[in-house]
């Protein structure tokens, strides 16, 4: 079976995991410190904290800013749930906005039509690897005093005009999953260039306790911390960082990789008038987490991903089910999908196809010819 995605893992990585598990530091050791300061210097950006999930990256980040209880934030409906959940563990109402077809981005027109006096901040994410219109984003939100959270579990390593993603919003919040851009099995990190997020981030994801407690109990009071807020243990493996650490060596190749293959997809499939491809703006390097097609209504989507997993052993998902379609957030808030037209229309047509690092450019001509077959059959 060919999966829609897959970790790329060689030796030196399995070796950096295991010198870390015959050393003395399994956890809160050295291989942390060196992790987020190779994140750092890899986007250009200040400050990074490594988390033990993207989730956990998302909460600590929304809790960092302190926005009052039942606050309104702007996101997408277009994404894991895991994007707006972290509004909800911190008492915040989520308002979603339309997406853009082309990209599956949030769409800047909407998010200005949403904001009310309530309104604190706008969680955008940058679907399969393509970031957002940051700047408009960016315009909106100094226009009404908003935070803005950048959702880039999709776009490690991608840039937008020149800079890398992560040197845009507040906070920029990456995921490790197997499937993300690089993995460190469950994992995530947030950065951020302000000094103080970055504190009180550190603070939250490790029991909200400050190291720094000389000032309370006095300079020979080594032994010392102060519970300072209420955090959580969100901290990350030594384990896990050198995966990671090991994994960043590989970023560009892994792009470079992502972006070959999508583009195979895009000739193959140019000429097919039954099939809308994604297309990349002006000024951006795409991370290509993911690559979706959508299909025309003749074309019945859920017939071709059972055609592609049963006959011919090819693995497709549908990313994302609209966050609002959940029970959960039907039953806490009962959005109305028709609020969304581009977000529905979009949901029903679009099919992800597989796309990984170190897939075989035989598998790519194998799953391109596999949905080409079946469109000419279905003529
Ligand atoms: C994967 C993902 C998350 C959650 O990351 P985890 O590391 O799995 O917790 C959040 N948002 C988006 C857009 C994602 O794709």
């Known amino acids: 079976m060919i999966p829609y995605g897959h970790q790329t893992i060689d030796n030196e990585d399995i070796e950096e995991v295991i010198k870390v598990l015959k050393s003395d530091w399994l956890t809160t050791g050295p291989k942390i410190s060196e992790f987020e300061k190779k994140i750092c210097d890899y986007i250009g950006c200040r400050h990074a904290v490594a988390m033990n999930s993207g989730t956990s990256a998302l909460d600590v980040a929304v809790a960092s800013l302190d926005m009052p209880k039942d606050s309104e934030v702007i996101t997408t409906p277009f994404t894991f749930a895991a994007t707006s959940n972290a509004l909800l563990y911190n008492a915040l109402k989520p308002v979603f906005a339309d997406i853009e077809i082309e990209t599956r981005n949030i769409d800047p027109e909407d998010i200005e039509k949403k904001i009310t006096p309530k309104t604190k901040a706008i969680i955008y994410v940058d679907y399969a690897g393509h970031p957002c219109d940051i700047e408009e984003i960016q315009d909106i939100a100094n226009e009404h005093d908003l935070y803005l959270i950048e959702d880039a579990c999709h776009s490690f390593g991608a840039s937008y005009h020149g800079k890398k993603v992560g040197n845009y919003a507040d906070f920029t919040v990456f995921s490790f999953h197997p499937v993300k851009p690089i993995t460190t099995g469950e994992g995530g990190a947030l950065v951020t260039n302000d000094p103080e997020l970055a504190k ?58 992502r972006n070959n293959i999508s583009s195979y997809y895009q000739e193959r499939f140019h000429d097919m008038e039954s099939i809308s491809l994604p297309s990349t703006k002006d000024g951006i390097l795409h991370g290509w987490h993911l690559y979706t097609i959508l299909l025309e209504e003749t074309i019945d989507r859920d017939e071709l991903f059972k055609h592609l997993r049963e006959e011919k052993n090819i693995g497709t998902n549908v990313h994302y089910i609209p966050v609002y379609r959940h029970t959960f957030y039907q039953e806490s808030f009962g959005f109305n999908k028709k609020d969304y037209p581009v977000t529905e229309d979009v949901f029903k047509r679009i099919i992800t196809l597989p796309l990984y690092p170190n897939m075989e450019q035989k598998d790519v001509e194998y799953i391109t010819s596999s949905i080409l077959d079946f469109i000419e059959n279905k003529r």
């Open 200 to 257: 009180k981030a550190r603070m939250l994801h490790n029991h909200g306790i400050d190291r720094d407690a000389i000032s309370r109990y006095g300079p020979n009071a080594e032994w010392a911390y102060d519970m300072k807020m209420l955090g959580r243990n969100y901290r990350m493996t030594d384990i896990q960082a050198a995966l990671g650490i090991s994994q960043l060596k590989k970023i560009d190749h892994f792009i470079e990789r």
